[in-house]
T-cell receptor
Framework: AQKVTQAQTEISVVEKEDVTLDCVYETRDTTYYLFWYKQPPSGELVFLIRRNSFDEQNEISGRYSWNFQKSTSSFNFTITASQVVDSAVYFCALSEAVRSGGSNYKLTFGKGTLLTVNP | KAGVTQTPRYLIKTRGQQVTLSCSPISGHRSVSWYQQTPGQGLQFLFEYFSETQRNKGNFPGRFSGRQFSNSRSEMNVSTLELGDSALYLC???????????FGPGTRLTVL
């Protein structure tokens, strides 16, 4: 069975601080996908990034960066120079290929980390 | 392109009633998934539809059902509502062959 653990329930920082959100996952599959989503107070889940299990390259997108380490089953997310607009709940998620050849995937989510960025 | 739309956005029902929620995926997306979000259980997968066929189902009782139409729009139904069914129900769509799921704003269901 697959599992995603986000050990940090809540994080509070002051604007311009860097913050890292941790994500640890468990899966028996060799092919899987990892995701980060952002959920602002409005409730809609906003897709941030997807990483394939066979691609361990780290990625940077503006102030966001992701560190994928298969050896430790971790997929951490760092926000550099945080801003008040970054305040939200962030979810890490995992999907395994249930069937090949199609978009037949289901997401297993962590419990989420509530990030509060104070001015 | 318009995003995923869900109707209604808010719903109040009483125990024992049934409810139908609707989801229109992003144009061209053929896979639709449903999730339930509660404070206690977090985000849980309900089911996924592709080309009008349910391909995957989560661990929910048979009171939860869904369907997908030929235009990829999907509905989910919950019969004999219980207080514990109060939740945010999120719908997501995925393009054919894709992996990312794009979510709608959700329907907030309150069962009294």
């Amino acid at each position: 069975a697959q599992k995603v653990t986000q050990a940090q329930t809540e994080i509070s920082v002051v604007e311009k601080e860097d913050v890292t959100l941790d994500c640890v996952y468990e899966t028996r599959d060799t092919t899987y996908y990892l995701f980060w989503y952002k959920q602002p107070p409005s409730g809609e889940l906003v897709f941030l990034i997807r990483r394939n299990s066979f691609d361990e390259q780290n990625e940077i997108s503006g102030r966001y960066s992701w560190n994928f380490q298969k050896s430790t089953s971790s997929f951490n997310f760092t926000i550099t120079a945080s801003q008040v607009v970054d305040s939200a709940v962030y979810f890490c998620a995992l999907s395994e290929a249930v069937r090949s050849g199609g978009s037949n995937y289901k997401l297993t989510f962590g419990k989420g980390t509530l990030l509060t960025v104070n001015p | 392109k318009a995003g995923v739309t869900q109707t209604p956005r808010y719903l109040i029902k009483t125990r024992g009633q049934q409810v139908t929620l609707s989801c229109s995926p992003i144009s061209g997306h053929r896979s639709v998934s449903w999730y339930q979000q509660t404070p206690g259980q977090g985000l849980q997968f309900l089911f996924e539809y592709f080309s009008e066929t349910q391909r995957n189902k989560g661990n929910f009782p048979g009171r939860f059902s869904g369907r997908q139409f030929s235009n990829s729009r999907s509905e989910m139904n919950v019969s004999t509502l219980e207080l514990g069914d109060s939740a945010l129900y999120l719908c997501a769509s995925t393009p054919g062959g894709g992996v990312e799921q794009f979510f709608g704003p959700g329907t907030r269901l309150t069962v009294l």
